[in-house]
T-cell receptor
């Protein structure tokens, strides 16, 4: 069964550093998402992406965040200057039209 | 903003018993979805119920939706130790992008 993959599974970085989290959505999906989950808390929507542009973003997704689909397969989330409070699990998801989202396994980001 | 809130926050039962988890939300929805998350892992989609449906079954799962009360329940029958996980409801308000809003989840522990 097709799946969404994410790399790395765990990323440790120092405060102020830039990180790029990578996702490979399912190949025929059209909509892409990033969510995050701070330890022990709810899953929060960050951004949705369709037709090579951001279609919706939350208050969390400020100027420090950006997304890109640099080629036909990867979908990346960049955090320009990480803060301690960015430590969380980051989930990528994709969906085809009118179908449910398929989530990736997540990347655990630890900012020290 | 709409928000799924599950209760109870934690539920501990014996194998073979049924587990019922509830979810309430605040605004109108297009559909409501339930997800499962094993500790530290990704989100697995379990079942989707549309706003015009009242009940849906999938294997040992039964979901109900009461749009007048803005609530849903997830019933797992004949639970197994492998059902131990966190369960989240997520509401979809529809629209072209269909952003999901997650609740805080119910942590289910099934003791063998």
């Amino acid at each position: 069964e097709p799946e969404v993959t994410q790399t790395p599974s765990h990323q440790v970085t120092q405060m102020g550093q830039e990180v790029i989290l990578r996702c490979v959505p399912i190949s025929n999906h059209l909509y892409f998402y990033w969510y995050r989950q701070i330890l022990g808390q709810k899953v929060e929507f960050l951004v949705s992406f369709y037709n090579n542009e951001i279609s919706e973003k939350s208050e969390i997704f400020d100027d420090q965040f950006s997304v890109e689909r640099p080629d036909g397969s990867n979908f990346t989330l960049k955090i320009r200057s990480t803060k301690l409070e960015d430590s969380a699990m980051y989930f990528c998801a994709s969906r085809a039209d009118r179908r449910t989202r398929v989530f990736g396994p997540g990347t655990r980001l630890t900012v020290t | 903003s709409q928000q799924g809130e599950e209760d109870p926050q934690a539920l501990s039962i014996q194998e073979g018993e049924n587990a019922t988890m509830n979810c309430s939300y605040k605004t109108s929805i297009n559909n409501l979805q339930w997800y499962r998350q094993n500790s530290g892992r990704g989100l697995v989609h379990l079942i989707l119920i549309r706003s015009n449906e009242r009940e849906k079954h999938s294997g040992r799962l039964r979901v109900t939706l009461d749009t007048s009360k803005k609530s849903s329940s997830l019933l797992i029958t004949a639970s197994r130790a492998a059902d131990t996980a966190s369960y989240f409801c997520a509401t979809d308000s529809g629209g072209s992008q269909g952003n999901l809003i997650f609740g805080k989840g119910t942590k289910l522990s099934v003791k063998p």
